[in-house]
Protein backbone atom coordinates (compact mmCIF):
# COMPACT_ATOMS: atom_id res chain seq x y z
CA UNK A 1 0.00 0.00 0.00
CA UNK A 2 1.10 3.42 -0.86
CA UNK A 3 2.68 5.71 2.22
CA UNK A 4 0.51 8.23 0.93
CA UNK A 5 -2.52 6.26 1.05
CA UNK A 6 -1.37 5.41 4.77
CA UNK A 7 -0.86 8.56 5.93
CA UNK A 8 -3.57 9.75 4.62
CA UNK A 9 -6.04 7.16 6.55
CA UNK A 10 -3.74 7.35 9.70
CA UNK A 11 -4.62 11.29 9.44
CA UNK A 12 -7.99 10.59 8.75
CA UNK A 13 -8.73 8.81 12.10
CA UNK A 14 -7.06 11.57 14.32
CA UNK A 15 -9.40 14.22 12.50
CA UNK A 16 -12.55 12.65 13.65
CA UNK A 17 -11.47 12.71 17.57
CA UNK A 18 -12.28 16.66 17.15
CA UNK A 19 -15.75 16.20 18.13
CA UNK A 20 -16.43 12.81 18.31
CA UNK A 21 -16.70 12.87 21.97
CA UNK A 22 -19.18 15.94 21.91
CA UNK A 23 -21.07 14.65 19.01
CA UNK A 24 -21.78 10.95 21.29
CA UNK A 25 -22.95 12.73 23.62
CA UNK A 26 -25.85 14.32 22.11
CA UNK A 27 -26.35 11.17 20.11
CA UNK A 28 -27.13 10.07 23.41
CA UNK A 29 -29.46 12.05 24.47
CA UNK A 30 -32.82 10.00 24.36
CA UNK A 31 -30.87 7.83 26.62
CA UNK A 32 -29.82 10.66 28.92
CA UNK A 33 -33.05 12.20 29.10
CA UNK A 34 -34.38 9.05 30.51
CA UNK A 35 -31.76 8.30 32.95
CA UNK A 36 -31.09 12.16 34.18
CA UNK A 37 -32.82 14.23 36.60
CA UNK A 38 -32.87 17.23 34.67
CA UNK A 39 -35.07 15.52 32.11
CA UNK A 40 -35.36 17.51 29.55
CA UNK A 41 -33.35 20.13 30.33
CA UNK A 42 -29.99 18.33 30.19
CA UNK A 43 -30.11 19.03 26.81
CA UNK A 44 -30.01 22.79 27.06
CA UNK A 45 -27.74 22.32 29.90
CA UNK A 46 -25.35 20.21 28.04
CA UNK A 47 -25.56 22.69 25.06
CA UNK A 48 -24.47 26.12 27.37
CA UNK A 49 -21.89 23.46 29.04
CA UNK A 50 -20.17 22.61 25.54
CA UNK A 51 -20.25 26.37 24.54
CA UNK A 52 -18.06 27.24 27.74
CA UNK A 53 -15.48 25.16 26.66
CA UNK A 54 -14.90 28.05 24.00
CA UNK A 55 -12.70 29.15 26.13
CA UNK A 56 -9.74 27.06 25.80
CA UNK A 57 -8.62 28.18 22.29
CA UNK A 58 -8.77 31.85 24.03
CA UNK A 59 -6.42 30.60 26.56
CA UNK A 60 -4.34 28.56 24.28
CA UNK A 61 -4.20 31.90 21.96
CA UNK A 62 -3.50 34.27 24.64
CA UNK A 63 -1.68 32.39 27.24
CA UNK A 64 0.28 29.92 25.79
CA UNK A 65 1.15 30.35 22.75
CA UNK A 66 2.78 33.78 23.58
CA UNK A 67 4.95 32.87 26.43
CA UNK A 68 5.49 29.04 25.49
CA UNK A 69 5.70 28.73 22.02
CA UNK A 70 3.85 24.91 22.34
CA UNK A 71 5.12 22.83 19.23
CA UNK A 72 1.57 21.89 17.72
CA UNK A 73 3.04 17.92 17.65
CA UNK A 74 2.89 18.45 21.68
CA UNK A 75 -0.21 20.10 22.11
CA UNK A 76 -1.76 17.49 19.78
CA UNK A 77 -0.80 15.02 21.92
CA UNK A 78 -1.60 16.40 25.16
CA UNK A 79 -4.76 16.95 23.17
CA UNK A 80 -5.24 13.43 22.59
CA UNK A 81 -4.41 11.90 25.63
CA UNK A 82 -6.64 14.68 27.13
CA UNK A 83 -9.54 13.83 25.01
CA UNK A 84 -9.33 9.92 25.39
CA UNK A 85 -8.91 10.53 29.33
CA UNK A 86 -11.95 12.75 29.75
CA UNK A 87 -13.60 9.55 27.41
CA UNK A 88 -12.96 6.81 29.68
CA UNK A 89 -13.95 9.00 32.81
CA UNK A 90 -16.70 9.56 30.91
CA UNK A 91 -17.85 5.73 31.02
CA UNK A 92 -17.74 5.85 34.76
CA UNK A 93 -19.02 8.82 35.60
CA UNK A 94 -22.09 9.81 32.94
CA UNK A 95 -24.60 9.19 35.52
CA UNK A 96 -23.29 11.07 38.49
CA UNK A 97 -25.14 13.13 40.11
CA UNK A 98 -24.40 15.97 42.56
CA UNK A 99 -27.09 18.20 45.21
CA UNK A 100 -24.58 21.48 45.02
CA UNK A 101 -27.13 23.36 44.76
CA UNK A 102 -30.67 23.59 46.46
CA UNK A 103 -30.00 20.07 47.96
CA UNK A 104 -31.42 19.28 44.07
CA UNK A 105 -29.93 16.21 42.31
CA UNK A 106 -28.01 17.85 39.04
CA UNK A 107 -25.42 16.19 36.67
CA UNK A 108 -22.21 18.20 37.10
CA UNK A 109 -19.49 15.47 36.25
CA UNK A 110 -21.43 15.24 32.92
CA UNK A 111 -21.71 18.97 32.17
CA UNK A 112 -18.21 18.98 33.53
CA UNK A 113 -16.90 16.69 31.12
CA UNK A 114 -19.01 18.29 28.37
CA UNK A 115 -17.38 21.49 29.16
CA UNK A 116 -13.80 19.67 28.75
CA UNK A 117 -14.94 18.04 25.35
CA UNK A 118 -16.15 20.70 24.17
CA UNK A 119 -13.00 22.53 25.05
CA UNK A 120 -10.77 19.93 23.34
CA UNK A 121 -13.30 20.23 20.22
CA UNK A 122 -12.68 23.45 19.77
CA UNK A 123 -9.15 23.41 20.37
CA UNK A 124 -8.63 20.64 17.71
CA UNK A 125 -9.94 23.24 15.42
CA UNK A 126 -7.14 25.60 16.03
CA UNK A 127 -4.34 23.03 16.34
CA UNK A 128 -5.37 20.60 13.81
CA UNK A 129 -5.54 23.20 10.70
CA UNK A 130 -2.36 25.21 12.22
CA UNK A 131 -0.38 21.84 11.85
CA UNK A 132 -1.26 20.14 8.58
CA UNK A 133 -0.37 23.60 6.77
CA UNK A 134 3.03 22.63 6.53
CA UNK A 135 2.34 19.56 4.93
CA UNK A 136 0.84 18.64 1.43
CA UNK A 137 -2.81 20.00 0.04
CA UNK A 138 -3.94 16.15 -0.17
CA UNK A 139 -3.70 15.97 3.76
CA UNK A 140 -5.27 18.52 4.21
CA UNK A 141 -8.52 16.54 2.64
CA UNK A 142 -7.74 13.75 4.87
CA UNK A 143 -8.33 15.45 8.02
CA UNK A 144 -11.76 16.99 6.76
CA UNK A 145 -12.86 13.79 5.77
CA UNK A 146 -11.90 12.08 9.38
CA UNK A 147 -13.52 15.71 11.03
CA UNK A 148 -16.54 15.31 9.34
CA UNK A 149 -17.04 11.88 10.43
CA UNK A 150 -16.80 13.02 13.88
CA UNK A 151 -20.94 13.57 14.19
CA UNK A 152 -20.84 9.99 11.69
CA UNK A 153 -18.92 7.69 13.93
CA UNK A 154 -21.23 8.29 17.35
CA UNK A 155 -24.46 8.39 14.95
CA UNK A 156 -24.08 5.32 13.57
CA UNK A 157 -22.94 3.61 16.82
CA UNK A 158 -26.30 5.10 18.30
CA UNK A 159 -28.12 3.59 15.43
CA UNK A 160 -26.44 0.50 16.18
CA UNK A 161 -27.66 0.61 19.95
CA UNK A 162 -31.15 1.49 18.83
CA UNK A 163 -30.86 4.68 21.40
CA UNK A 164 -34.67 6.52 21.10
CA UNK A 165 -35.99 3.05 21.54
CA UNK A 166 -37.50 1.16 24.64
CA UNK A 167 -35.08 -1.76 24.81
CA UNK A 168 -31.63 -0.66 23.82
CA UNK A 169 -29.08 -3.14 22.53
CA UNK A 170 -26.09 -2.26 24.84
CA UNK A 171 -26.01 0.36 27.60
CA UNK A 172 -25.11 3.71 27.80
CA UNK A 173 -21.75 2.70 29.43
CA UNK A 174 -20.33 0.26 26.95
CA UNK A 175 -21.56 3.14 24.31
CA UNK A 176 -19.01 5.79 26.09
CA UNK A 177 -16.56 2.94 26.14
CA UNK A 178 -16.58 2.69 21.95
CA UNK A 179 -16.33 6.13 22.08
CA UNK A 180 -13.00 5.76 24.06
CA UNK A 181 -12.08 3.21 21.92
CA UNK A 182 -12.17 5.70 18.76
CA UNK A 183 -10.50 8.23 20.91
CA UNK A 184 -7.50 5.69 21.53
CA UNK A 185 -7.32 4.57 18.12
CA UNK A 186 -7.44 8.22 17.25
CA UNK A 187 -4.41 8.92 19.47
CA UNK A 188 -2.69 5.80 18.81
CA UNK A 189 -2.88 7.19 14.94
CA UNK A 190 -1.00 10.42 15.62
CA UNK A 191 2.07 8.91 17.40
Known amino acids: MDVKVITACLLGCVGYSSWVLVNGIYTELPELVSDLPEKQAIASQLSISVQCGNIFPFIYLLVLLPY ?5 YITILILLLTEALVSFVLIF ?5 TSLINGSS ?3 PLLFISAIAGGL ?3 SNVTYWSFIAAY ?4 LTSLSVGVAFSSV ?3 VLGLIQQASSNEILFSVEIYFAILFIFVL ?4 CFL
Open 93 to 97: TWSKT
Open 136 to 139: QPFL
Open 106 to 108: HSF
Open 185 to 188: LSFL
Open 153 to 155: IPS
Open 68 to 72: FQPRL
Open 121 to 123: GAL
